[in-house]
């Protein structure tokens, strides 16, 4: 158990819909991470928070957003969903933002676009 | 921007014999790091290789760091079924970490 908890595990929704992931990170750290990884694929990096302010953006669609609120725990936000967004999306948690810090990983939501 | 590469991308190995998987950075890192993701599972941390050359041991996992420190490597001795999964490296550099696309690692009984 990394300590990073993500809600929901599934889910399951149509096109064209808006989902909302949610991530509480490791209890100290402050950054946390979005990944996107599709059916045996690799990481994709989507965003990175540190200490509520966005730190670092990846290949994130206009369509997908983030946010970390005061308490640390972070959201991200999927709308107008295709059935190319189906996929698993992790968050990660890390002590600092600075490059080379070792991330945990969560359970991941496994996201069905149907 | 940084890309980092993995190969092979699959592993096919029988059980009790040594692979090695490797790592390969556009950009010099200031560190690299590697994680294991079990099938159905999420990625692990496994271990963090800073200084130029350095080699590290866990267990049947070698672990190096290039001299140029653009490189790593992480060879398994007597694969195990246990060793089953993806392993992921990722470079850190200019104050992000990028992943390689993983080995996949299958063994064979």
């Known amino acids: 158990d990394s300590g990073v908890t993500q809600t929901p595990k599934h889910l399951i929704t149509a096109t064209g819909q808006r989902v909302t992931l949610r991530c509480s990170p490791r209890?100290?750290?402050?950054?946390v991470y979005w990944y996107q990884q599709s059916l045996d694929q690799g990481l994709q990096f989507l965003i990175q928070?540190?200490?509520?302010?966005?730190?670092a953006k990846g290949n994130i669609l206009e369509r997908f957003s983030a946010q970390q609120f005061p308490d640390l725990h972070s959201e991200l936000n999927l709308s107008s969903l295709e059935l190319g967004d189906s996929a698993l999306y992790f968050c990660?948690?890390?002590?600092?933002?600075?490059?080379?810090?070792?991330?945990?990983f969560g359970p991941g939501t496994r996201l069905l676009v149907l | 921007g940084q890309q980092v590469m993995q190969i092979p991308q699959y592993q096919h190995v029988q059980e009790g014999e040594d692979f090695t998987t490797y790592c390969n950075s556009s950009?010099?890192?200031?560190?690299i790091q590697w994680y294991k993701q079990r099938p159905g599972g999420h990625p692990v941390f496994l271990i963090q290789?800073?200084?130029?050359?350095e080699v590290k041991k866990q267990k049947r996992l070698t672990f190096q760091f290039g001299e140029a420190k653009k490189n790593s490597s992480l060879h398994i001795t007597a694969t195990q079924t246990t060793d089953v999964g993806t392993y992921f490296c990722g470079g850190a550099a200019g104050n992000k970490l990028t992943f390689g696309g993983g080995t996949r690692v299958l063994v064979k009984p």
């Open positions: 990660a948690s890390s002590l600092s933002g600075t490059e080379g810090t070792p991330q945990y």
């Open positions: 928070y540190y200490n509520g302010e966005e730190r």
């Open positions: 290789l800073v200084k130029s050359g």
């Open positions: 209890s100290g750290d402050l950054s």
């Open positions: 950009t010099t890192l200031s560190n």
